[in-house]
């Protein structure tokens, strides 16, 4: 897709006279082998459905760490990349989400990853819900013929995502897509592994704790609420042996989605909640879901 085009679609969706709509973009396309799971739309411009299918991948990319030489240092960032200068390590620069704009209440939309230098193994935790990780599968990595057939288990998926858009008509019917996978899994309450910058993690809803409620955005956004309050904490041991240990603070509500000059939505850049004013006005880029904050 053209970046003209999608900044077409975007300010189409962002337009006054469709702002009481409901918004869903996506831009994956899913290969769900789940039974049913809650795939509703979370909503852009007022949180608020016109449905916009867009594929085509998402992440800006993943820039590999600095590991040779540098102060022990790590932080939560949207995707894993380099740490602005005056850094302090443990701090939370941003979130993502994955799918700008749908929700499954098994993996919830919001990523973080952990950026830094000299990072060994990683630890996390947490004392409410669960936490699940992302590793994308391209072509010829180990695991991508098991991806192909879906080959899981109950608390894991393989998602392929569309890497580019492609009109199907009967000229380019037989041309192939490109495409890759994601690695979803639900690890329970802790997740412990050595660093991989490509991993990236989120919170899980516990099948149980899933809300009845007919109303499809109304029962995600409860379940969404089910991760407010929980505490994770973050343990990095660096390749000299040391360790530090973070805890943050999980809180849910209509999040900030920025826009550029150029008119596109910033997914990648999650960093605060709607403004009381910014609620009131009905008409500001969000999404409801989670963010992080630092306790300690």
């Not at 030489?69 to 620069?93: C, H």
Request: some cysteine; overall charge negative; proline content about 3%.
């Amino acid at each position: 897709m053209t970046d003209e085009r999608l900044n077409q679609i975007l300010k189409q969706a962002l337009a006054p006279e469709i702002r009481d709509s409901e918004i869903q973009i996506r831009r994956k396309v899913r290969k769900n082998k789940m039974n049913a799971k809650k795939i509703i739309a979370v909503g852009l411009a007022t949180c608020a459905a016109l449905t916009l299918v867009i594929t085509g991948g998402y992440f800006l990319g993943h820039s590999k760490p600095d590991e040779n030489g540098g102060r022990n240092i790590f932080a939560i960032t949207a995707y894993a990349a380099e740490l602005p200068e005056k850094t302090v390590s443990g701090d939370v620069i941003g979130l993502n989400s994955y799918s700008a704009g749908h929700g499954s209440s098994l993996f919830l939309d919001q990523r973080f990853a952990i950026s830094g230098k000299n990072i060994s193994k990683v630890k996390i935790s947490t004392d409410k819900c669960n936490i699940y990780s992302a590793l994308p599968i391209y072509k010829g990595d180990p695991d991508f013929e098991k991806a192909k057939i879906g080959e899981v288990s109950g608390t894991e998926m393989y998602e392929m995502i569309v890497d580019e858009e492609f009109e199907y008509d009967e000229e380019h019917a037989t041309e192939p897509t490109s495409f890759h996978y994601e690695h979803l899994v639900v690890e329970g309450n802790s997740y412990e592994d050595t660093y991989n910058d490509k991993v990236s993690f989120g919170m899980s809803v516990p099948e149980n704790l899933w809300s009845d409620s007919y109303d499809l955005r109304e029962a995600y956004w409860s379940d969404v609420d089910q991760v407010n309050g929980a505490k994770i904490t973050i343990v990095v041991t660096f390749k000299d042996g040391s360790t530090e240990e973070h805890h943050y603070r999980v809180n849910t509500g209509r999040i900030y989605v920025p826009v550029d000059e150029a008119g596109f939505l910033q997914w990648d850049q999650l960093t605060r909640f709607l403004t009381s004013e910014e609620e009131s006005s009905g008409d500001v880029p969000c999404s409801y879901g989670y963010l992080l904050e630092k306790i300690d």
